[in-house]
């Protein structure tokens, strides 16, 4: 039913209550039997161990598990317990950030439960909002939460704050009287009231249209429910990182066992051959290090004030290709601010935004002292006098308590040195009459030192022109003749144009005593003093953010629930919005499907006037389109377009716990240019991933030539299992976490955001795992074949020499991967975090070989000090092979 077309009277009549008297208590009872209570509901949840046997599903993993049982089979219990303990490790991990991700109902709920005044059996009573049923008669005045969605049946100066659902940066004023049917969106429905919304003035009344799921509020809980969670470009390039590596595990195992029995090798010999080639070709550290790297991510994100809900998100903000920013709180600081002032024919410029009450004065860029100024001084007086709004200095903070209007016009006063108590030591305030929607103005009537009165009134500017008979014009007023009107009017036109929003100013003269006059007289034949225009400006820091992200090839869209005009002013004062750009407002997309949208999404740089449904269906549409889409915001409205993006981002200080629990990042400072810094950072994980992945892939390349390549040669096996899994695990695990500390690039912002299909390989990145591979397991089987032959009578001696020598050749390659091109491009010292790492694996290799205790366990002997020569200069022949042919070919094209 659309209600907010109708009269109140036959909203009543349609929902069976009666406006004086309520509903009775026995038609609640059965209405809450038949429709439920009055509160948000939650999908069935999985129980906690489904949601842990769920983190074992994956591939890989199965694979792994196969491996353990296998490797227990044949007796390698060692090789069992490592194993296993590696895959339990990572699904609790798992676990633990599946658990605390879906907290976005819970927060819903909390908006929802306020204690409500409600007329049941024509007695005012206050209820649980949970309690409430259609047809509710609910009474609502300053500082309630609204416990329902409601048709509003009486208003007085009613102004509820609904930016959390709509994006409107000030309080809507609400009326009674039907709407006609071209208003659609939530931001129209003035005479609308909406759960979970705030009354920030007045009181009102009003009839329950919609309750629990079938309320606003509801309707945006449903799509966060049922929003899709996305997969991230991490998670599918890993996915498709461990195929390929089961496959070839698969595909050695069977390769070694065939080849095996061929060359007169038993079949239990070469089964246990085959499995170790299987464990060493799937890298079972790999997902660990993943996380443990975008941890550490994590921790430098949030000494740059943003955290990370979601450890995928890091990784994913650096391939996002489109940001799509809220406006208000967003971009803007969410703090209405006086920019311009007219009077007299003149227009004076305000410096300075926010809350904090400095900035000067200026009419036509030369600086002016407001007290000389006397339209002016009067102008910024009565505005401060004809206000409410209190300055609260808060840590530091300056906040205002009171309608962010009025607020306004206090900082602007405040800024030409003004204050309340001093004007109140000239001025005695005798009568007000409050603001109404009705009349859109304010008054009061104050008393001077000299017993004269003045009425002075703010309001709507086409209002008070009207309600004038005269015009403030330096020290005298003038009559208001039609030409003054229209210089009045064509100013009201330029600062709209600004996207200002305008309040005019008037006084008068009172003659006679307040009491003995009727509103109606007191509220006409003004004097017309002038105009005050503001704004909710831009942060100052997002102009140079959006920039930078347009450098780095991601393009700034605007998404505001806002009116169209202030939408455009402030994109195109920050750089999103140029003439070849395109804006959309709710009533076109109202019209269009997702693929219609589709069609021109990318030309598009403002959507305004928007509802949640309307932001879920441009995420989307983007997506379609190929993006990678960040979605930025801070009200209930955001969240399930928060949640559908590739990457969630909510503000931390305006944002609602709606808006953070559906987020994977939260902005402390509520800066935009911290996404910037998240970015850049993504961006570098990234890199680092693939600096750890071409690492461990290439050593474990390593591994597998060398046990394939003996089997071809009718050898013996150099490496054991047991050996295999601690370079796996242990020697590769503590370097490759420090290539993820590695310091980005300096040119990371200046690239094109990353393919969203880009895949793990790309890049040239699988020739080098595969070239450096096949030369570290070359050198390690060289090493096997000297030694052995040596003395074939001692295997374990010469398979420690080839352990020996396979982890120092991967320790001194892991430098090489610190580049795209080669060891040589970057300072071998510059990431201390390597130098140690390197310097502790290699112990830990040394106390393999040479402690007693650990002998038995890994199969290994002291090895003697002349063969370390040997063992090391093999082991770095790979690495300056390569460098030196890369320098040779440098200095050819030179």
Known sequence: MKFHEMHENDVANQLKTNI??????????????????????????????????????????????????????????????????????????????????????????QLSTPQISVLRDGKWMKKPAKEVVVGDILKFSSGDRIGADMRIVAAHNLEIEESALTGESVPTPKKTEPLPPAKNSLGDLENMAFMGTMVTRGHGVGIVTAIGMKTAMGQIADMIQSAEVII?????????????????????????????????????????????????????????????????GVQRMIKQKAIVRKLSAVETLGCASIICSDKTGTMTQNKMTVTHLWSAGKTW?????????????????????????????????????????????????????????????????????????????????????????????????????????????????????????????????RSLDDKEKQAVLTEIEILAEKALRTIAIAYKPLHEDPKKLSEEVIEKNFIFLGLQGMIDPPRPEVKVAVKECREAGIKTIMITGDHVVTAKVIARELGIFHNKSMVLDGQSLDGMTVEDLQAVVEDVSVFARVSPEHKLMIVKALQKKGHIVAMTGDGVNDAPAIKSADIGISMGITGTDVAKEASSLVLLDDNFATIKSAIKEGRNIYENIRKFIRYLLASNVGEILVMLFAMLLSLPLPLVPIQILWVNLVTDGLPAMALGLDKPEEDVMKRKPRHPKEGVFARRLGWKVISRGFLIGVVTLIAFIIVYYRNPADLPYAQTVAFATLVAAQLIHVFDCRSEHSVLSRNPFGNQYLLWAVIFSFAMMIAVIYVPVLQPIFHTVSIAKLDWLLIIGLSALPTFLLAGSIFATKKHNI
């Open 20 to 109: 004086e008297h309520g509903l009775s208590s026995k038609v609640v009872q059965s209405k809450q039997k038949q429709f439920g209570w009055n509160e948000l509901e939650e999908r069935e949840k999985q129980s906690l161990l489904l949601l842990f046997f769920n983190q074992f599903k994956d591939f890989m993993v199965l694979i792994l598990l196969a491996a353990t049982l296998l490797s227990g089979l044949l007796g390698e219990y060692i090789d069992a317990i490592a194993i296993m303990a590696i895959v339990t490790l990572n699904g609790f991990l798992g676990f633990f950030q599946e658990r605390r991700a879906e907290k976005s109902l819970h927060a819903l709920k």
């Open 349 to 477: 410029t305000v410096s300075g935004t926010g809350y904090v009450p400095e900035g000067s004065f200026y009419h036509q860029e030369q600086l002016v002292v407001p007290q000389q100024q006397k339209c002016l001084h009067q102008l910024l007086s009565f505005g401060l006098l004809c206000n409410h709004a209190e300055m609260i200095k808060k840590d530091k903070e300056f906040i205002i308590d009171g309608d962010p209007t009025e607020g306004a016009l206090l900082v602007a006063a405040m800024k030409a040195g003004l204050t309340r108590k001093q004007l109140m030591q000239d001025y005695t305030i005798e009568k007000e009459y409050p603001f109404d929607s009705k009349r859109k103005m304010m008054s009061i009537v104050i008393k001077d030192k000299q017993q004269r009165r003045f009425v002075i009134t703010k309001g709507a500017p086409d209002v008070l022109i009207q309600r004038s008979k005269a015009i403030q014009w330096d020290k005298e007023s």
């Open 232 to 296: 991230t470009p991490l998670q599918r390039r890993l996915e498709q990182l461990g195929k390929i590596l089961i496959t070839v595990a698969l595909l050695l195992t069977i390769l070694v066992v065939f080849v095996g029995v061929a060359h007169g090798h038993d079949l239990y010999t070469m089964f246990l051959a085959g499995v170790s080639l299987a464990v060493a070709s799937i890298p079972e550290g790999l997902p660990t290090i993943v996380t443990v790297s975008l941890s550490l």
